[in-house]
């Protein structure tokens, strides 16, 4: 046996000894790749079949999984891209990437590898049209690139000016002007070091990355920033010789001329950009200039629709003679296609239009139209060029329709309208899912709301009043509800990762708006947060790749009804009210228990009425001048809202859009004695009726640490200039007498920091504080005893157990509107972590007001009473004792709920423990009464022991 076992081991280890003889050294190894390589006498086959065979070494070689082992890897894939075989090739280098990814660390990797695997990645992809590949390998060597600190060469540039060119065409504005501010950076150090091969390269790739820049700023009607970053452009281009580029800038000053009403100097400026491009004999760019001359300056300016055409067919002439720029020609013929419908569709010549419509599709494919593209996939939807033209395109055809409609009266059209326009949302939706900047998302919520006015007005002038909740819901609060679903696929792990980044962005960002822009350290800290903004991205990809339901989550079709408002969100109210703010005209949707009513309001008058009624409302001194002024403008808003929309008496639930007012101090009577609605409402707020819908409490992450939570700081910093919130604290004290489990943090312990840490781990918080809606970092403001907090600063590190946040301070409810999205205020920041009620003020208040308002709220929430009815229950009983003056509605009507009115329960015992208490206690009992007697029973009997026999 002894001596079996001896043979095995020496046949292994002649074996083994015999594999690494093969083995041939690293050194040998490179010297082989370099050979193969340089060599031009052996044909790319034979180089291939000697590689393959040195692979299959290497696989046995004790050295294997190393970065010699990857370097082949690579080298073969490359061998195989000189042959145009790039799905190989990829495979082959994907290989290499996990050899490296799955032995980092170790000394035998060199991950600076990585950089060049995906720069040649990134190369493949674009060879096979494989945008979203393509855009991921770019992604990865953007970020490996920065973590190794390789950030100068060209091929880091030319990656960086690709992701650039991506951004624009997704419509991902910001992201776009972000990457293009830092490529122009990198190109201007590389142009300006000579030792550099491609030297001159740097400064195109500056003077292009600005130009995307400043296209990128035009398209989100910034002209302020692009007129600045244009001044003195095109002397400077003149006298550096990069003269191929003033056709591309006096293009953006024309636009920019055009802004201003300067619509001389505009076409001035455009024949200019003719004339260069002329020169550079750039046909597309020319084709590119006439259809901005036709469209921009005389269709919608000059209202020239004929000359506009000229302009129009002359650029439709022009033939490109670039094959690398077919696809983005074929978009913009189809624009200017689409721009020739629009004229027809003006002159009611509609039958001419949809022609030019369809020709437009058919530079896409065809014999397609829009429903084409709901079959899109991703893929697909990355590789359109300018997709804003596609949106624009689908939308004015649905414009078409609706138009043709109000002429001739055809239900079909009004049918064909809405379809389009559904499309049209489902396209919106598909691109906002493929871009990653908020701010982006913002821009084109707001740019494309004529979609939900126009649809909602085909809606009403067919009374469609299922449709017209859906676009209703579909013009608000979108991106919340986006935060909301995404939320329920992150870890804690993902939420802590993700916020410690963004603190890390906040601060370097509040440190760039103190510093001079054109120091050396504005550019280092700009390059260092620049750096962090890419980690960011990096977590958020990696979040989808590890959840796919995160990601399909973004694109869910399903959408609430009006039978689901019914049937929910009614059983236990009275009223859903809905109102839309459009150019043109206001609507109001009025869903009860067994009704829907939709109707139209002069847009003038609700906005005069509106206006004048948070005049009166939020200034005492006005109100008491002017009381019956007052009474009339809330009564005349109240039929202007409710007129033709019976409200029931009960629960109403109203979802604004635009700035809130408070409908509890509408008056609905005309005498001299005004009755508020308050009366018989108890309101509350949403940002959408499909906000109502989400599962919050489900959310939490924790058992809450308690179930109230106070703060009062009382008194603030001396810098601040703020003044003492007296009796703040005493206000506090019997407010915790009707809470249970309370806990007050007040001066010095209400600090920034507490208030960050533990707000998230209780059930209701209490703020009584300043704050205000604008400040010098424009975005709205909480102070605590130290330090201010400011919106973009709420980042809690762990989903909220909070159900209710109550914010006792001026201004709390106000913020910046975004059109297609709502006010975002503090409320609006609570909401997006999971918080789902928040009562906030809608204008400075006063003190002792509030003080007492806020406990009569308490005490009737403390009765575990719906949030919207302790709130309606503490006003009235504000009114009935206040004294005169505070009955007017400065006092109380400020204060309103947004969110959910559910009761907040108390932590009290579940149901199946009291049983088991109750049964717990009743066997002691027994137990207690057995024993007494057994020693009762005892004693008995050693006493009969004691009586003689």
């Known amino acids: 046996m002894k001596r079996k076992l001896l043979i095995l081991i020496s046949s292994a280890f002649v074996l083994t000894t015999s594999i690494r003889a093969q083995c041939p050294e690293k050194e040998v190894l490179y010297e082989k790749i370099?050979?193969?390589?340089?060599?031009?006498?052996?044909?790319?086959?034979?180089?291939?079949?000697?590689?393959?065979?040195?692979?299959?070494?290497?696989?046995?070689?004790?050295?294997?999984?190393?970065?010699?082992?990857?370097?082949?890897?690579?080298?073969?894939?490359?061998?195989?891209?000189?042959?145009?075989?790039?799905?190989?090739?990829?495979?082959?280098?994907?290989?290499?990437?996990n050899i490296i990814n799955s032995n980092t660390g170790k000394p035998s990797i060199n991950p600076a590898h990585l950089i060049r695997s995906y720069f040649w990645l990134f190369a493949y992809y674009d060879s096979?049209?494989?945008?979203?590949?393509?855009?991921?390998?770019?992604?990865?060597?953007?970020?490996?690139?920065?973590?190794?600190?390789?950030?100068?060469?060209?091929?880091?540039?030319?990656?960086?000016?690709?992701?650039?060119?991506?951004?624009?065409?997704?419509?991902?504005?910001?992201?776009?002007?972000e990457d293009a501010k830092e490529c122009e950076r990198l190109s201007i150090e590389y142009g300006k070091n000579r030792d550099n091969p491609n030297y001159l390269l740097g400064k195109q790739f500056a003077s292009s990355s600005l130009g995307w820049h400043i296209q990128a700023l035009l398209q989100l009607k910034n002209f302020e920033t692009a007129e600045q970053l244009l001044s003195n452009k095109a002397d400077e281009?003149?006298?550096?010789?990069?003269?191929?580029?003033?056709?591309?800038?006096?293009?953006?000053?024309?636009?920019?001329?055009?802004?201003?009403?300067?619509?001389?100097?505009?076409l001035l400026y455009f024949n200019k950009t003719l004339e260069y491009e002329q020169k550079a004999k750039s046909d597309f760019n020319y084709k590119q200039t006439l259809n901005a001359i036709g469209y921009n300056l005389y269709f919608k300016q000059l209202n020239d629709p004929n000359t506009a055409l000229l302009y129009f067919k002359k650029a439709l002439a022009f033939t490109n003679k670039n094959k690398s720029l077919n696809k983005v020609d074929s978009f913009e013929s189809m624009n200017i296609l689409g721009h020739i419908a629009n004229i027809y569709v003006q002159q009611a010549h509609y039958d001419s239009a949809f022609i030019y419509f369809q020709l437009a599709f058919n530079q896409i494919q065809k014999g397609i139209n829009e429903t084409y593209f709901l079959k899109n996939s991703s893929e697909e939807i990355k590789s359109y060029k300018k997709i804003h033209y596609l949106t624009g395109l689908i939308l004015d055809k649905g414009d078409a329709f609706r138009k043709k409609f109000t002429t001739n009266k055809q239900s079909t059209d009004a049918e064909e309208a809405l379809r389009i326009y559904k499309v049209a949302d489902h396209m919106l939706n598909r691109i906002k899912t493929e871009q990653s900047d908020l701010d982006s998302k913002l821009f084109w919520r707001s740019d494309n709301r004529r979609l939900y006015e126009h649809a909602i007005d085909a809606c009403y002038l067919r009374g469609n009043k299922k449709d017209a909740f859906y676009f209703f819901e579909k013009s608000r609060a979108v991106l919340l509800n986006d935060q909301l679903t995404a939320q329920q696929y992150l870890g804690t792990d993902d939420i802590l990762k993700q916020v410690q980044v963004k603190k890390k962005i906040i601060n370097l960002e509040r440190e760039l708006t103190s510093m001079v822009g054109n120091s050396k350290k504005?550019?280092?800290?700009?390059?260092?947060?620049?750096?962090?903004?890419?980690?960011?991205?990096?977590?958020?990809?990696?979040?989808?790749?590890?959840?796919?339901?995160?990601?399909?989550?973004?694109?869910?079709?399903?959408?609430?009804?009006?039978?689901?408002?019914?049937?929910?969100?009614?059983?236990?109210?009275?009223?859903?009210?809905?109102?839309?703010?459009?150019?043109?005209?206001?609507?109001?949707?009025?869903?009860?228990?067994?009704?829907?009513?939709?109707?139209?309001?002069?847009?003038?008058?609700?906005?005069?009425?509106?206006?004048?009624?948070?005049?009166?409302?939020?200034?005492?001194?006005?109100?008491?001048k002017d009381f019956r002024g007052f009474t009339r403008t809330a009564n005349h808003l109240y039929k202007l809202i409710f007129d033709k929309n019976p409200v029931p008496t009960g629960r109403i639930i109203i979802s604004p859009d635009g700035r809130y007012f408070p409908f509890e101090a509408l008056v609905i009577n005309e005498s001299s004695s005004p009755v508020y609605f308050l009366n018989d409402h108890a309101v509350s707020y949403t940002y959408s009726a499909r906000y109502l819908q989400n599962n919050f409490i489900s959310n939490a992450s924790v058992a809450p640490a308690g179930y109230f939570l106070g703060i009062a700081p009382v008194k603030y910093a001396a810098d601040k200039s703020l003044a003492t919130l007296n009796a703040s604290d005493l206000s506090l004290n019997k407010i915790n007498g009707f809470m249970e489990n309370a806990r007050s943090l007040v001066g010095r312990q209400a600090s920034r920091e507490n208030f960050l840490k533990q707000f998230s781990s209780y059930k209701i918080i209490q703020l009584y504080t300043h704050a205000s809606d604008s400040s010098n970092q424009n975005e709205p403001v909480i102070y605590f005893a130290d330090a201010p907090l400011y919106l973009s600063e709420l980042l809690p590190e762990k989903r909220p157990s909070t159900q209710l946040i109550v914010l006792s301070a001026c201004e709390t409810g106000i913020g910046k509107l975004y059109h297609g999205e709502g006010i975002f205020s503090f409320n609006r920041g609570f909401a997006a972590f999971g918080v789902p009620s928040s009562i906030s003020n809608l204008w400075a208040v006063d003190d002792l007001a509030t003080y007492r308002l806020t406990e009569l709220f308490y005490k009737y929430l403390s009765a575990e009473m719906p949030v919207d009815i302790a709130l309606q229950k503490a006003k009235l009983e504000f009114l009935k004792t206040a004294s005169k003056q505070q009955t007017l509605p400065y006092y109380w009507a400020a204060t309103v709920l947004v969110g959910k009115t559910d009761p907040i329960q108390y932590d009290r015992p579940s149901n199946w423990t009291i049983p088991v208490l109750i049964t717990g206690i009743a066997g002691l009992l027994l137990f207690a009464g057995w024993r007494r007697y057994s020693r009762r029973k005892k004693v008995v009997i050693d006493r009969k022991k004691l009586i003689p026999v």
């Open 522 to 624: 504005y550019e280092e800290i700009e390059q260092t947060r620049f750096e962090l903004a890419q980690e960011l991205d990096r977590l958020e990809q990696s979040i989808k790749v590890n959840n796919p339901l995160y990601y399909q989550s973004t694109l869910d079709t399903s959408f609430i009804t009006i039978q689901d408002v019914q049937n929910k969100l009614l059983n236990n109210h009275q009223a859903l009210l809905e109102i839309f703010s459009g150019d043109s005209a206001v609507y109001t949707l009025l869903i009860t228990p067994k009704n829907v009513y939709l109707n139209k309001v002069s847009k003038s008058d609700f906005d005069a009425t509106t206006n004048s009624y948070i005049s009166y409302i939020s200034n005492p001194d006005l109100m008491n």
């Open 128 to 177: 096979l049209n494989n945008v979203q590949e393509k855009m991921k390998a770019v992604s990865n060597f953007i970020s490996i690139a920065y973590q190794l600190k390789s950030s100068s060469s060209i091929e880091f540039i030319r990656a960086l000016y690709t992701r650039v060119k991506y951004y624009f065409d997704i419509g991902d504005f910001h992201k776009c002007i």
């Open 34 to 97: 370099s050979y193969l390589r340089d060599s031009s006498k052996l044909p790319i086959k034979e180089k291939l079949t000697e590689a393959l065979g040195y692979l299959n070494i290497i696989n046995n070689c004790p050295y294997r999984n190393d970065s010699t082992h990857a370097s082949f890897l690579r080298f073969i894939g490359y061998l195989c891209a000189t042959q145009s075989d790039y799905f190989t090739a990829i495979q082959y280098y994907r290989e290499s990437i």
């Open 237 to 266: 281009y003149t006298k550096t010789g990069l003269t191929q580029y003033l056709g591309m800038i006096y293009g953006q000053m024309a636009e920019v001329q055009l802004y201003k009403g300067a619509y001389k100097k505009a």
